[in-house]
T-cell receptor, first 113, second 110 residues
Framework: DTGVSQNPRHKITKRGQNVTFRCDPI?????LYWYRQTLGQGPEFLTY????????KSRLLSDRFSAERPKGSFSTLEIQRTEQGDSAMYLC???????????FGPGTRLTVL | GQQVMQIPQYQHVQEGEDFTTYCNSS?????IQWYKQRPGGHPVFLIQ?????EVKKQKRLTFQFGEAKKNSSLHITATQTTDVGTYFC??????????FGTGTSLTVIP
């Protein structure tokens, strides 16, 4: 197992388009997190899953954002009708236990033109 | 809403000097984690503290969790160029969410 992977690594899109990102966590990890990070800031929580169940969503997450983890393995994060303010690094992390060490993926850098 | 602040935001030190970053939460935390993020990289886990007043050491790094479980610190003794990066604390708070701090960017001058 090579750790958490994310695809694509970079995405450039035009305002108004939809984008989808994928995260493959470490295989035995039940918990999966999505974060957003902008330059000079710490990761900002978006949502997390325990297996296939989405347990918590940030109040900052607008209805344009949706995440799934259909079989409790990989997860997707979709942003509809992208806005320039959505430009950021989107990080995925997984952990074996709910309060344990998080292993981060390399992130997907989104640029909205 | 819950906030986690870190100070300082930036720190430049001469190689060999010590470095400390402080993390403060507006509410009590269940635990606190520390991460290091190198320029262009992703956060990498350093350590987790759970108990009130807990102190843990990793070679030149010393981590503390405050008695009230609302603050924490990371101290690096005799910094090296390999210590360069941004250090984040992340506290487990309301809603079982991790709240990341604003980070302290460390530059080590050889």
């Amino acid at each position: 197992d090579t750790g958490v992977s994310q695809n694509p690594r970079h995405k450039i899109t035009k305002r108004g388009q939809n984008v989808t990102f994928r995260c493959d966590p470490i295989s035995e990890h039940n918990r999966l997190y999505w974060y957003r990070q902008t330059l000079g800031q710490g990761p900002e929580f978006l949502t997390y899953f325990q297996n296939e169940a989405q347990l918590e969503k940030s109040r900052l997450l607008s209805d344009r954002f949706s995440a799934e983890r259909p079989k409790g393995s990989f997860s997707t994060l979709e942003i509809q009708r992208t806005e320039q303010g959505d430009s950021a690094m989107y990080l995925c992390a997984s952990s074996f236990s709910p309060r344990g060490e998080q292993f981060f993926g390399p992130g997907t850098r989104l640029t909205v033109l | 809403g819950q906030q986690v602040m870190q100070i300082p935001q930036y720190q430049h030190v001469q190689e060999g000097e010590d470095f400390t970053t402080y993390c403060n939460s507006s509410t009590t935390l269940s635990n606190i984690q520390w991460y290091k993020q190198r320029p262009g990289g992703h956060p990498v886990f350093l350590i987790q503290l759970v108990k009130s007043g807990e102190v843990k050491k990793q070679k030149r790094l010393t981590f503390q969790f405050g008695e009230a479980k609302k603050n924490s610190s990371l101290h690096i003794t005799a910094t090296q160029t390999t210590d360069v990066g941004t250090y984040f604390c992340a506290g487990l708070g309301a809603g079982n969410q991790f709240y990341f701090g604003t980070g302290t960017s460390l530059t080590v001058i050889p």
